[in-house]
């Protein structure tokens, strides 16, 4: 059952041969940080399979990036629940990957609407 503050964390760390693999696919030149779109797949990666989980579907993002990701660092990326709206199957989360240190690389908003929401 969800509950309001709830949270699910991943962390991951990209290597210079996985960016490698990554221009490949993209067509584009090795990037020397982590692209934003790899950090915003680990919150997809969150919420469809952990929190809400398998059924959820997007509705809304909105992300702010907020400095680099370093390459070979721990990122990690979480989600946490800042409302629930039974009545309509939504839920409101919130996001944000740092690092160790603590420093904020990307933060925003998600709403999605899930299963089995219950307030």
Same mark, same amino acid.
């Given at each position: 059952?969800?509950?309001?503050?709830?949270? =699910?964390? %991943? *962390? &991951?760390?990209?290597?210079?041969? /996985?960016?490698? +693999?990554?221009? !490949?696919?993209?067509?584009?030149?090795?990037?020397?940080?982590?692209?934003?779109?790899?950090?915003?797949?680990?919150? $997809?990666?969150?919420? !469809? %399979? #952990?929190?809400?989980?398998?059924?959820?579907?997007?509705?809304?993002?909105?992300?702010?990036? &907020? =400095?680099? =990701?370093?390459?070979? %660092? /721990? +990122?990690?990326?979480?989600?946490?629940?800042? &409302?629930?709206?039974?009545? @309509? #199957?939504?839920?409101?989360?919130?996001?944000?990957?740092? *690092?160790? /240190? !603590? *420093?904020?690389?990307?933060?925003?908003? $998600? +709403? %999605? @609407?899930? @299963? /089995?929401?219950?307030?």
């Amino acid at each position: 059952m969800m509950e309001l503050d709830q949270i =699910a964390e %991943v *962390t &991951r760390r990209y290597s210079a041969e /996985d960016m490698a +693999l990554f221009a !490949g696919l993209a067509g584009i030149d090795a990037p020397d940080s982590v692209p934003e779109p790899l950090i915003a797949a680990l919150f $997809s990666y969150l919420l !469809g %399979v #952990h929190l809400p989980g398998p059924g959820t579907n997007y509705l809304k993002q909105e992300l702010q990036f &907020r =400095a680099p =990701a370093p390459l070979g %660092v /721990d +990122l990690t990326a979480q989600v946490k629940i800042t &409302r629930l709206r039974p009545e @309509k #199957h939504l839920v409101d989360l919130w996001a944000c990957c740092t *690092t160790p /240190d !603590g *420093t904020v690389l990307c933060e925003g908003r $998600s +709403l %999605v @609407k899930a @299963k /089995d929401v219950r307030g």
